[in-house]
């Protein structure tokens, strides 16, 4: 049974500094893989999407990276700012299950 | 402006009235699916559609039902909702289910309360 960890639960960094969200599965036969914000009570939007093929994917600050063989992947946020504060969530997608299998999340504050 | 909407985004009722939460989707997807998030649990899936009148159970389906006759709409109905109900409430579509080439698009979440 897929389990999808991300480490760690909460972080608190000041204003510019770049960080690393980490999230590990224990399934290695994904689709692929989606990362995700959530600010509190709110909906999710989708950061970046990294297929099984796929070694990483880049949208201005954030890089994601995917190793499917050691079922990790990283969120990279550079140059962090307040408004990135809010709840990161990693979800892997297989096929056979057909859903996507979330983690529990970081929650991120950036502090002016 | 391609997008997930649900109806309503709040609802407080009592246990045992029964209730629809709609959704639908205005970008053709193939796939649709129903989560819901809890404290401590994270997001599960309730209910998934591959496509028009295909739908099938997911993590936790009991005292839910759904249907999809028309590709946009998968409405969610609590015949008789109780309090452990009460949660937060996504929709989701993607393009197609399978090889997973496509991400899934969220709606912004129904938050109901059972009492």
Known sequence: KQEVTQIPAALSVPEGENLVLNCSFTDSAIYNLQWFRQDPGKGLTSLLLIQSSQREQTSGRLNASLDKSSGRSTLYIAASQPGDSATYLCAVYGGATNKLIFGTGTLLAVQP | ?115
């Open chain 2, 1 to 115: 402006e391609a997008q997930v909407t649900q109806n309503p985004r709040y609802l407080i009722t009592v246990t045992g009235k029964k209730l629809t939460v709609t959704c639908s989707q205005n970008m053709n997807h193939e796939y649709m699916s129903w989560y819901r998030q809890d404290p401590g649990l994270g997001l599960r899936q309730i209910y998934y559609s591959m496509n028009v009148e295909v739908t099938d159970k997911g993590d936790v389906p009991e005292g839910y039902k759904v249907s999809r006759k028309e590709k946009r709409n998968f409405p969610l109905i609590l015949e008789s909702p109780s309090p452990n109900q009460t949660s937060l409430y996504f929709c989701a579509s993607s393009p197609k289910s399978g090889t997973g080439g496509w991400g899934q698009y969220f709606g912004p979440g129904t938050r109901l309360t059972v009492t």
